[in-house]
C-alpha cells in the first residue's frame, strides 16, 4: 500500500512543478511551446483523478472498518497506533484532493492560455481587415 501514496506523492509534486511553470511569466513563444507540450500531457495524466478518488475511497472504506482504541482496554501502544493511522489517513486523504486540484488547475490554466491565443488571433484579423 505505501507504494501508492509515494506515487500519488511523486505526481503531487510533479503537478506542483507544473503548475509552477505555467504561471511563471516567461517570453510568448516559450509559454507557447510549454502550454501546447503539458496540454497534450494533460489527457493521459487524467488516470490521477479516478486514482486518486479511489484511494479516498479506500480510506473511507478503511475508517468506516478501522477498530476504535478510545477506551481504557488499550493500551498506550495500542492508543499510539491508533493516533498514527488516523495521521496518516488525514495526510493521504489531503494528498488526494490536492491531486485533483492541481491537475483541474493545471487544466484551467491551460485552457484560459488557448483562449487568450484565439482572441488574440481573432483580434489581429479583425485589426488586419
Not at 503548475?19 to 503539458?38: E, G
Not at 482496554?73 to 491508533?82: G, K, Q, S, V
Request: hydrophobic share 50%; proline share 3%; glycine share 0%.
Amino acid at each position: 500500500m505505501a507504494l501508492q501514496w509515494v506515487i500519488l506523492a511523486y505526481v503531487v509534486a510533479a503537478e506542483a512543478a507544473v503548475a509552477i511553470l505555467i504561471t511563471l511569466p516567461s517570453p510568448k513563444a516559450l509559454k507557447s511551446r510549454i502550454v501546447s507540450l503539458i496540454s497534450l500531457a494533460l489527457q493521459p495524466s487524467f488516470f490521477i483523478v479516478p486514482f486518486a478518488a479511489f484511494q479516498l475511497l479506500d480510506i473511507y472504506w478503511k475508517n468506516e472498518h478501522r477498530l476504535m482504541c478510545t477506551g481504557e482496554i488499550c493500551t498506550a501502544a495500542e492508543r499510539d497506533r491508533y493516533e498514527k493511522s488516523i495521521f496518516k489517513a488525514q495526510r493521504n486523504a489531503i494528498l488526494c484532493m490536492v491531486a485533483c486540484i492541481l491537475y483541474w488547475c493545471i487544466y484551467r490554466v491551460c485552457k484560459y492560455y488557448k483562449e487568450i491565443q484565439s482572441m488574440e488571433e481573432v483580434e489581429k484579423r479583425y485589426k488586419d481587415q
